[in-house]
């Protein structure tokens, strides 16, 4: 089945600094990829929609110029975190859509999610 | 707004007993339904889904039924597993948009032998 990855799985990273987290598509095409937060036992929720080749959605609520996505390929996007600080510790999981599936909702792969920690 | 609400875990069964989590869901217009599930130190994966009332999901032993009349999509399993142990997502597809999926906060199974 289609495979998506993350990387890293867990990182530490002190007040101030910048981290980027990996989300790909192992061995499908995604036009679109999902980028969700997770706090504990909270629901996942929806930060940005990445569209290969154009800027980000962002759900309401959500700071673009904090956590700044890119979608350079069809199988890669990428989330920074930028000036990270603690209340920004979380679990951030991305999926992602193969670009042959359509309009079918139920064809979103997910990842194994990324654990920040921010000291 | 669209939201979805279920059971606060952890549920804790002994294997072969039957399982319920219940799911129950706020939208407007007619939202497919989904279930996920999560295994330690994995990926969601689409466990099952219903796209219009009535309508039931099956997959591996687990069923859920779309009840409009309930707003509910309870997932149900007659005889659990020790492998079944794992995170369940209910989420719904909101209508309009971009195929945005809805979570609810998730529920802990954990199954003794």
């Known amino acids: 089945g289609a495979v998506v990855s993350q990387h890293p799985s867990r990182v530490i990273c002190k007040s101030g600094t910048s981290v980027k987290i990996e989300c790909r598509s192992l061995?499908?095409?995604?036009?679109?990829m999902f980028w969700y937060r997770q706090f504990p036992k909270k629901s996942l929720m929806l930060m940005a929609t990445?569209?290969?080749?154009?800027?980000?959605?962002?759900e309401q609520g959500v700071e673009k110029d904090k956590f700044l996505i890119n979608h350079a390929s069809l199988t890669l996007s990428t989330l920074t975190v930028t000036s990270a600080h603690p209340e920004d510790s979380s679990f951030y999981i991305c999926?992602?859509?193969?670009?042959?599936?359509?309009?079918?909702?139920?064809?979103?792969?997910f990842g194994p999610g990324t654990r920040l920690t921010v000291l | 707004g669209n939201s979805v609400t279920q059971m606060e875990g952890p549920v804790t069964l002994s294997e072969e007993a039957f399982l319920t989590i219940n799911c129950t869901y706020t939208?407007?217009?007619?939202?497919?339904l989904f279930w996920y599930v999560q295994y330690p130190g994995e990926g969601l994966q689409l466990l099952l889904k219903?796209?219009?009332?009535?309508d039931k999901g099956s997959n591996k032993g687990f069923e859920a039924t779309y009840r409009k009349e309930t707003t509910s999509f309870h997932l149900e399993k007659g005889s659990v597993q020790v492998s079944d142990s794992a995170v369940y997502f209910c989420?719904?597809?909101?209508?309009?948009?971009?195929?945005?999926?809805?979570f609810g906060a998730g529920t802990r199974l954990a199954v003794h032998p």
């Open positions: 990445s569209n290969e080749g154009s800027k980000a959605t962002y």
């Open positions: 061995d499908f095409q995604a036009t679109t």
């Open positions: 219903a796209t219009k009332a009535d």
């Open positions: 999926s992602a859509r193969d670009r042959l599936a359509g309009g079918n909702t139920d064809t979103q792969y």
């Open positions: 939208a407007t217009g007619y939202p497919s």
């Open positions: 989420a719904l597809h909101s209508s309009g948009g971009y195929n945005k999926l809805i």
